[in-house]
T-cell receptor, first 115, second 112 residues
């Protein structure tokens, strides 16, 4: 069964510092991988996605992620964090076969940004 | 705005009651997925419908059911509610391979 692990429950960074959120997945084939962000009381917004091809993907709001098959990882990065980036971040793996593209989410990483 | 709408935004009810959550997918999307987000379980897939037919089930309780109507909107029915059913319920719509799911704003259910 597919699974996602986000090892860090809570991360605190200073505004302007770099950020890396970790994500490890388990999936039998080439996965579809996603990062979503959820602000308090809000829904889920897609930051970026990986289906195939270039392993470094660019997303919205200056985020990027790198797919590393050998490490089963899809870490999210941002070179300089803004206060508005404070939110909860979810990594997800999606089925890449059949007709059910359900997402399996990690438990999330809560990001706090200090001024 | 994802283009996916959910109503109501908030729902407060009592144990033992039944509620219906509604979702309208993005125009042209045939698939609707329902997810539950709770503090202890996180975000979990409940059920998928595609063009009116059930396609896949996840960790959905027998007290819960869903359907998708000819106009493609979907309803999630929760019955015999328990305190532990309090959660945020999301629906997402999807168009097919190599596409992401677009999430609605969610319905926050509180069972007292």
């Amino acid at each position: 069964a597919q699974s996602v692990t986000q090892p860090d429950i809570h991360i605190t960074v200073s505004e302007g510092a770099s950020l890396e959120l970790r994500c490890n997945y388990s999936y039998g084939a080439t996965p579809y991988l996603f990062w979503y962000v959820q602000s308090p009381g809000q829904g889920l917004q897609l930051l970026l996605k990986y289906f195939s091809g270039d392993t470094l993907v660019q997303g919205i709001k200056g985020f990027e992620a790198e797919f590393k098959r050998s490490q089963s990882s899809f870490n999210l990065r941002k070179p300089s964090v803004h206060w508005s980036d404070a939110a909860e971040y979810f990594c997800a793996v999606g089925n890449s076969g059949g007709s059910n593209y359900k997402l399996t989410f990690g438990k999330g990483t809560l990001l706090t940004v200090n001024p | 705005d994802s283009g996916v709408t959910q109503t109501p935004k908030h729902l407060i009810t009592a144990t033992g009651q039944r509620v219906t959550l509604r979702c309208s997918p993005r125009s042209g999307d045939l698939s609707v997925y329902w997810y539950q987000q709770s503090l202890d379980q996180g975000l979990q897939f409940l059920i998928q419908y595609y063009n009116g037919e059930e396609r896949a089930k996840g960790n959905i309780l027998e007290r819960f059911s869903a359907q998708q109507f000819p106009d493609l909107h979907s309803e999630l029915n929760l019955s015999s509610l328990e305190l532990g059913d309090s959660a945020l319920y999301f629906c997402a719509s999807h168009r097919g391979s190599y596409n992401e799911q677009f999430f609605g704003p969610g319905t926050r259910l509180t069972v007292l």
